[in-house]
């Protein structure tokens, strides 16, 4: 069998007005990262559940999530020494914004995998630069382990999200997004499904599709990076991710 190729022959094989048309490039975008090794088959199967979500939430960002944008930039710009975790997925869907991101905070990237082979770490380390990422922590260097982790997903690096006091987890899973906060790390979690662990467990949750919060994220860092401390502490203040939560839940539940 032939595959398609995704820049342009899939483009014009579905039709402009499909209703679908944009979860199903994002889709093609992910299985081109599968193809290329970034992705692994666990990760086409997280997509698959993300889709239903994103499915049930209108395929746009509703309002509890620009709330949640707004307190994930104030505590980015607060933190002395933010991180972006980057996994399989958040690589091959947004590695442009992560790029942008990071140069908005002039913060670390690391690579941080569930299933973690060297391989594929440096595919995702190699991708990253290729977006703009200038130095990728975790692929060489993921000497530290996180406490109560079990296997390869506990690695991380030092200087990356060991010594992180601010992780941005995008599509994370529960149980590493709980053994974080427990270390004493403020996590923000990027996650279609209002009820995961990852989104109770995290400290700000933006139920979002990562392609449309990230950019959303780099512009409202660009926004309040202007402000000062006792506006962003106040931002942070006032932000209540289980009602965040509650709200989303109730956007979905139809
Ligand atoms: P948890 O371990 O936190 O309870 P889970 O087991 O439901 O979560 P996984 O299958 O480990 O979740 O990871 C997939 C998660 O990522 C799902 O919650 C899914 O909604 C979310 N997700 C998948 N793709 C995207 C995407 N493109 N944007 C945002 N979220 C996504
Ligand atoms: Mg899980």
Redesign the pocket.
């Known amino acids: 069998m032939r595959y398609l190729r995704f820049s342009y022959e899939i483009e014009s094989v579905i039709p402009a007005n499909h209703p679908r048309r944009k979860s199903l490039l994002l889709r093609e975008k992910l299985v081109e990262g599968y193809r290329n090794g970034l992705v692994c088959d666990n990760g086409l199967i997280a997509h698959g559940r993300g889709e239903a979500f994103n499915y049930l939430l209108g395929e746009r960002t509703r309002r509890p999530a620009r709330e949640a944008i707004k307190a994930a930039a104030a505590a980015l710009l607060l933190a002395e020494r933010p991180v972006i975790s980057v996994n399989g997925n958040a690589a091959a869907l947004a590695a442009e914004s992560i790029a942008e991101l990071a140069k908005e905070l002039n913060c670390k990237v690391e690579v941080n995998l569930f299933y973690r082979t060297q391989e594929r770490t440096e595919k995702i380390g190699e991708h990253l630069k290729r977006a703009g990422v200038g130095e990728v922590l975790g692929v060489k260097d993921a000497y530290a382990r996180i406490p109560e982790l079990f296997g390869e997903r506990r690695k991380v690096s030092i200087e990356g999200i060991y010594r992180a006091d601010c992780v941005l987890i995008p599509l994370e899973?529960?149980d590493r997004c709980e053994a974080l906060v427990r270390m004493g790390k403020r996590t923000i979690a990027i996650d279609l499904n209002p009820l995961?662990?990852?989104a109770r467990k995290a400290d700000i949750t933006i139920v979002d599709e990562i392609t449309r919060a990230m950019p959303l994220l780099v512009k409202e860092v660009k926004k309040l990076k202007g402000k000062n401390k006792a506006y962003l502490n106040s931002v942070l203040k006032h932000y209540n991710n289980k009602r965040i939560l509650e709200e989303s839940r109730k956007l979905i539940n139809f």
């Open positions: 899973d529960g995961s662990r990852t």
